[in-house]
Nanobody, 120 residues
Framework: VQPVESGGGSVQPGGSLGLSCAASGYTDGIRCMGWFRQAPGKLREGVARYSPVDSSTYIDASVKERFAISQDNAKNTVDLQMNSLKPEDTAMYYC???????????????WGQGTQVTVS
């Protein structure tokens, strides 16, 4: 399984960006797709996740009012829509696939290369 992110870039505070994650390979075995981010000098954190098993979603409380995650069936991607962006949202954003569960604590075995989001 190989996730590939797209859609990062630079935006002014208050702006919006959409990220997409396309997974290739044994996608039938995927139990969860997640978006993570890591800012310079900080630990990586989970932002949002989507389960193709039951179409459930989860958004971290820190971004819940501004971010949304969804699956685009036409493009076969899992998308992260980010609105009202703040400078503290600046980070490298990663897409990952989990073959076991949707828990942040389980093994996210497959990772994309990341896409940079800069808010300034």
């Amino acid at each position: 399984v190989q996730p590939v992110e797209s859609g990062g870039g630079s935006v002014q505070p208050g702006g919006s960006l959409g990220l997409s994650c396309a997974a290739s390979g044994y996608t039938d075995g995927i139990r969860c797709m997640g978006w993570f981010r890591q800012a310079p000098g900080k630990l990586r954190e989970g932002v949002a996740r989507y389960s193709p098993v039951d179409s459930s979603t989860y958004i971290d409380a820190s971004v819940k009012e501004r971010f949304a995650i969804s699956q685009d069936n036409a493009k076969n991607t899992v998308d992260l829509q980010m609105n009202s962006l703040k400078p503290e949202d600046t980070a490298m954003y990663y897409c990952a696939a989990n073959m076991v569960s949707c828990s942040w604590l389980s093994t996210w075995a497959y990772w994309g290369q990341g896409t940079q989001v800069t808010v300034s």
